[in-house]
Nanobody, 114 residues
Framework: QVQLVESGGGLVQPGGSLRLSCAAS????????MRWYRQPPGKERELGAS????????IYLDSVKGRFTISRDNGKNTVYLQMNSLKTDDTAVYYC???????WGQGTQVTVSS
């Protein structure tokens, strides 16, 4: 079955950086668009970034454009989210997901605070 394991979250000061990873298994990773979602405390889950199966096309939430970069390594079945210039509003649990599949990982907590 589809398994997604996110890692790389933590506590960082405003202006800092983090790199999230998501290791995928149980499906043909290279054939799927992959997405990073996030759920801020007390709010709905929202789509943060998306990358096409071949890594050519990327889409970003307006509030993260220019600061976050989504990438993937199809040889390692892994999708990444490089987050720079972090803001307190980026505090959330971050999840990865394969497009058009139901499975979610456990998420990784990102806290941006001084």
């Amino acid at each position: 079955q589809v398994q997604l394991v996110e890692s790389g979250g933590g506590l960082v000061q405003p202006g800092g950086s983090l790199r999230l990873s998501c290791a995928a298994s149980g499906f043909t990773f290279s054939q799927y668009t992959m997405r990073w979602y996030r759920q801020p405390p007390g709010k709905e889950r929202e789509l943060g970034a998306s990358i096409s199966s071949g890594g050519i096309t990327t889409i970003y939430l307006d509030s993260v454009k220019g600061r976050f970069t989504i990438s993937r390594d199809n040889g390692k079945n892994t999708v990444y989210l490089q987050m720079n210039s972090l803001k307190t509003d980026d505090t959330a649990v971050y999840y990865c997901k394969a497009y058009n599949t139901p499975a979610w990982g456990q998420g990784t907590q990102v806290t941006v605070s001084s």
